[in-house]
Nanobody, 120 residues
Framework: QVQLVESGGGLVQAGGSLRLSCAAT????????MAWFRQAPGKEREFVAQ????YYSDPVKGRFTISRDNAKNTMYLQMNSLKPEDTATYYC?????????????????WGRGTQVTVSS
């Protein structure tokens, strides 16, 4: 099955920007929906945004933008106005659910994550 690989994480000061990428391997990548989740140490993995039906969690609305380039089998997360509370490991995931799916249990394929650290 398809495998997902995240990249683009790093260290940035509060108010700065980063763009994360999630590349899917293999031919004929046809997943309807892709999403970003994040998890801070000691916290639950939480939904960030999805592409099938565009939807953002409240903490990132107005600051993050999700997009997908099907020709390149790649999903992106543009993160602006970053805050220290955005610090987490960011994961990409995929499923074939039509509509909104915000639970980790609704996703079939996961990447291994990329670290984002926002300093104050």
């Amino acid at each position: 099955q398809v495998q997902l690989v995240e990249s683009g994480g790093g260290l940035v000061q509060a108010g700065g920007s980063l763009r994360l990428s999630c590349a899917a391997t293999g031919r004929a990548f046809t997943s309807y929906n892709m999403a970003w989740f994040r998890q801070a140490p000691g916290k639950e993995r939480e939904f960030v945004a999805q592409t099938g039906t565009i939807y953002y969690s409240d903490p990132v609305k107005g600051r993050f933008t999700i997009s997908r380039d099907n020709a390149k089998n790649t999903m992106y997360l543009q993160m602006n106005s970053l805050k220290p509370e955005d610090t987490a490991t960011y994961y990409c995931a995929a499923n074939n659910i039509v509509g909104i799916s915000t639970s980790t249990t609704e996703y079939n394929v996961w990447g291994r994550g990329t670290q984002v650290t926002v300093s104050s």
